[in-house]
């Protein structure tokens, strides 16, 4: 099933209708994840789903967190450093998000130390997405590693997308504030598109009741003993925000480049669960591609090339807390029970750049075959790392001797090394058309990794017009997630040490999926799947003596299934309701229990009721239930929740001026995301979990000029 979300236009409808329901809500009957060539949406060889700008402003939607929760199939979960989000698809949850890929653009921003979108990734604004696609289950046939839960593609807007010059600022709850300004028009033949984003937010102030801290302070041994816990105290969650693209296009070639800054970023819960009130984190991202595609190249043939850089820096202050002033350690010298007066300080810094090059041409000269094929090459080089710290960690026992200020330990005891790796693929794909209403994709795609070797994922997809309102896939597939350079090369961070023999993870997907228009305002969609998961890489401890000093290795298995269903009804000519249901089981195979951290049943509704000329209100209901713990964790269940948002927009038309004002969390729902466990009831972290929003609101204005 190709599952179009949140609003689908009837195809059964009559042309007017259609047009006014793609000027309302935008195109989102087209899809260019699945194949690398846009095709319909219910056809693509993959589960998939499309949010457009209009969607997203119907929403209420400000940031990306937003909309994923939307999708079917997929939960936003929380880290607790830095709250970050946790896009969990079918119920695999890693707490770093290393398993779905990110791009924008098509471009992977994958950054590798921890091998995910950015430790310090600090949201994703949406005043210039011009449409979110995302794929459930593997994509790595076309995508490679990381395409392994699913695949995020955000795409910006180009000069179509956002004609004339709009200035828009936005003011809420928590001290937030965003103002922006961005432009689409032509210089001469070069169509012209940019954007700037300024904000900040003191972010929301949730008590953390105890902590990692708290339960040092009340060791069983009474010398470890000590008051040093900040618990109770609240989340660290502020934040200031810069944003920046430009887009290019003349002729076949297109340029993009993007800044992203983030600064003074708030730790939430503590990078080590140790609540952390006065530290922040920083990251700045500099990414620019150009490409170029000619469809008509030669006779038959399509092809295209690109070419894309990405720079990430991720610098932490001297002064990051792992645990607070008056924590004591074990002296792995003395043997006393030392206390830090200053706390456990560490400060890891890294900087990378990325080059990615590639190529791909579409022949469609044979009868019923189309068939792509595609090169490329990626350079990818942790270049620089620093470390701060005020400690030094005994190798054997992984126990910390303090050292008095923070000290440079870059050449002393650096957390890591300077790391590169390169890779090199070649992908095929051919899509048959074996009857007039049957299409076979096959694909395969190879990667050989200059530090974790070769690696081969293939995919197959039958698509059946089985009417010609209904429309069938049965999917399977295979898809991996190379290691990071952390969990390969990492010396102690600070105690958890690399593992150079790491080879990837892999997981193998079934799926079946229908779409069915039973009437012309009225769509139903429901997919169910199947999936196993190997060589899990996770950190082992080395020694029961020492359960503190951990390796990664490839263990475990996991095994998942579940089904999504989506109903999307177009009621009347302004009022529109769309809903999905998800249901999932993952399970830990060593232990036959239930692999944790992500919700059994999600459900969600949506209705848009244009009430009035010019006037849009939706509101939007969120359930998120039977949350279990992983395994050891005897705690209760995470408690379900329900949440409610309004929204309430003026649609521009032809006046200069639209206004937009939001409540999220409606009725001040509790709202917790379990914290992290380590295996057993002693090392439950947060035994609270990760306390969410309370109700909030914004309001917005924009004004437009042609």
């Known amino acids: 099933m190709a599952a179009t979300f949140p609003l689908l236009q009837s195809f059964a409808f009559a042309n007017g209708e259609e047009e006014e329901l793609a000027l309302a809500y935008g195109d989102r009957e087209t899809v260019s994840i699945a194949t690398g060539t846009r095709q319909q949406l219910r ?13 997203i402003a119907a929403m209420g939607a400000v940031d990306l967190d937003e909309v994923m929760e939307t999708v079917p199939g997929v939960h936003v979960a ?83 997308d956002a004609p004339g010059t709009e200035f828009g600022m936005r003011g809420g709850s928590f001290g937030s504030w965003n103002a ?8 001469g033949p070069i169509e012209v598109a940019a954007y700037l984003r300024l904000g900040s937010t003191d972010g929301y102030k949730k008590t953390i ?74 990251s700045e991202r500099f990414n620019a591609d150009l490409s170029w595609k000619d ?10 090339a690109s070419a894309s850089f990405l720079y990430y820096a991720d610098t932490a202050p001297v002064d990051l807390l792992l645990a607070p002033p008056g924590a004591k350690f074990k002296d792995p010298t003395s043997g006393l029970w030392v206390a830090f007066p200053d706390g456990l300080i560490g400060g890891p810094n890294k900087w990378e750049r990325q080059w990615r090059f590639s190529a791909n041409g579409t022949y469609s000269g044979f009868a019923d075959h189309t068939v792509r094929l ?49 890779v090199n693929y070649f992908y095929a794909q051919d899509e048959w058309r074996v009857f007039r209403d049957w299409t076979l994709t096959a694909g395969v795609r190879r990667d050989d990794y200059s530090d974790v070797g070769g690696t081969t994922n293939p995919r197959l997809a039958l698509v059946w017009d089985a009417a010609v309102d209904v429309t069938a896939k049965f999917l399977v597939g295979r898809a991996f997630r190379a290691p990071s350079f952390n969990e390969l090369y990492g010396i102690n961070n600070p105690v958890n040490k690399g593992n150079p023999a790491l080879k990837p993870e892999t997981i193998a997907t ?26 899990i890489i996770r950190a082992i401890a080395n020694t029961p003596a020492a359960p503190q000093l951990t390796t990664f290795q490839n263990t475990g298995e996991q095994r998942g299934r579940g089904m999504e269903i989506e109903a999307v009804w177009d009621a009347g000519r302004d ?31 949506r209705g848009d009721w244009g009430f009035a000329a010019g006037w849009l209100a939706s509101a939007q209901a969120n359930w998120v239930g039977q949350t279990k713990r992983a395994v050891g964790d005897v705690r209760p269940d995470v408690p379900d929740y329900r949440t409610v948002d309004l929204t309430l927009r003026t649609k521009r038309g032809k006046g200069a001026w639209e206004f937009a004002a939001s409540i999220r969390n409606l009725f001040d729902a509790q709202v917790l995301e379990p914290s992290l466990n380590q295996g057993t009831t002693s090392t439950v972290l947060i035994p609270g979990d990760l306390p969410q929003a309370p109700r909030s609101f914004y309001l917005q204005a924009s004004y437009l000029i042609r």
């Open 209 to 282: 009741a105890a902590d990692a801290q708290t339960l040092r302070d009340n060791s069983a041994v009474p010398a470890a003993r000590s008051h040093a816990s900040l618990a109770p105290g609240p989340l660290n969650m502020g934040a200031d925000d810069v944003d920046a693209s430009l887009y290019a296009g003349y002729g076949n070639w297109r340029f993009n480049a993007g800044y992203k800054l983030r600064d003074h970023v708030g730790l939430g819960a503590g990078v080590a669960s140790a609540l952390d009130p006065t530290s922040s984190a920083r």
């Open 78 to 160: 929380r880290n607790p450093v830095c709250n970050a989000a946790v896009y969990a698809i079918r119920g695999i949850y890693n707490f770093n998000n290393q398993q779905v890929l990110m791009l924008q653009n098509g471009v992977p921003m994958t950054t590798m130390f921890l091998g995910n979108k950015g430790g310090v990734w600090g949201g994703l604004p949406l005043e210039n997405v011009a449409r979110i696609e995302v794929i459930r289950g593997p994509g790595s046939a076309l995508y490679g590693a990381d395409a392994y839960a699913g695949v995020i593609n955000v795409i910006t807007k180009t000069a179509t």
């Open 43 to 55: 056809r693509a060889p993959a589960v998939a789903s499309v949010i457009t700008a209009e969607d």
């Open 374 to 422: 595609g090169v490329g090459h990626d350079d990818l080089n942790l270049y620089k790392t620093a470390t701060y710290k005020n400690y030094w960690i005994d190798q054997t026992t992984g126990l910390y001797k303090w050292t008095g200020p923070v000290t440079d330990y870059s050449a002393i005891q650096p957390f890591m090394l300077p790391q590169r790796r390169r």
């Open 180 to 187: 922006w300004v961005q432009h689409g028009g032509t210089a």
């Open 510 to 535: 079934e799926e079946a999926a229908l779409s069915w228009q039973a009437r012309k305002d009225l769509k139903l969609n429901i997919s169910l799947f199947r999936y196993t998961m190997r060589d």
């Open 295 to 304: 469809a008509q190249f030669a006779p038959h043939w399509a092809v295209g």
């Open 575 to 605: 009022l529109h309701v769309t809903g999905n249901y998800s249901l999932q089981r993952s399970i830990d195979v060593a232990t036959d229990s239930d692999a944790g951290y992500v919700p059994h049943h999600h459900l969600y509704l």
